[in-house]
């Protein structure tokens, strides 16, 4: 069964470093979302991305983030400067088309990112 | 706005009982969907259950039940017979149509030997 992979599985960096998590989705799936759930605490949304461009984002997601699909099957989070309170396990997931932009009920096994 | 709660922050129990988690949410659409993600000690989001708002029927897959009633906004979810290795943090998700997941707070399940 396909399935949404992300890479690396863990990162670690120092303050102020530029950090790229990168995610495959599913192959037919059109919409992509980036979540993240800070250690303990409940998965937040970021931002969702939908025909090459950015459909939603949240308060969290801002100008120090970025999302990309470089090709066509890689869909990236760029950290440009990362704080310490970016540490967090960062989930990529997809939806199918057939969803119409709902809900992705796939997601990546996640990125843990240390900050230091 | 779209929220959900889980009242029960932590719940422990012994192998072989049954536990319930409870989901109630609050939304003003009549379009939406509630999930179940289970997230075990190595983080990944496990995929439990899907259901739309316009299907209120419950739902059994083996030892997992999930009792969707809307008059009390709730999605409950039972797991019978508990193992040890349903341990874990199980969240409630709701999404409105066209919108993304809110996650309710998890409720952190430990099944004991």
């Known amino acids: 069964e396909p399935e949404v992979t992300q890479t690396p599985s863990h990162q670690v960096t120092q303050m102020g470093q530029e950090v790229i998590l990168r995610c495959v989705p599913i192959?037919?799936?059109?919409?992509f979302y980036w979540y993240r759930q800070i250690l303990g605490q409940k998965v937040e949304f970021l931002v969702s991305f939908y025909n090459n461009e950015i459909s939603e984002k949240s308060e969290i997601f801002d100008d120090q983030f970025s999302v990309e699909r470089p090709d066509g099957s890689n869909f990236t989070l760029k950290i440009r400067s990362t704080k310490l309170e970016d540490s967090a396990m960062y989930f990529c997931?997809?939806?199918?088309?057939?969803?119409?932009?709902?809900?992705?009920?796939?997601f990546g096994p996640g990125t843990r990112l240390l900050v230091l | 706005a779209q929220k959900v709660t889980q009242a029960q922050t932590e719940i422990s129990v012994v192998e072989k009982e049954d536990v319930t988690l409870d989901c109630v949410y609050e939304?003003?659409?009549?379009?939406?969907?509630l999930f179940w993600y289970k997230q075990p000690p190595s983080g990944e989001l496990v995929f439990l259950i899907r259901r739309n708002s316009f299907d209120e029927q419950n739902e059994i897959s083996g030892r997992y039940s999930w009792n969707f009633q809307k008059s009390t906004s709730s999605f409950n979810f039972t797991i019978t017979a508990s193992q040890v290795v349903d341990s874990a943090v199980y969240f409630c998700a709701l999404s409105e149509a066209q919108q993304n997941f809110v996650f309710g707070p998890g409720t952190r399940l430990s099944v004991l030997p």
């Open positions: 192959s037919n799936h059109l919409y």
């Open positions: 997931a997809s939806s199918e088309p057939s969803l119409a932009g709902g809900p992705p009920s796939d």
């Open positions: 939304t003003r659409d009549t379009t939406y969907y």
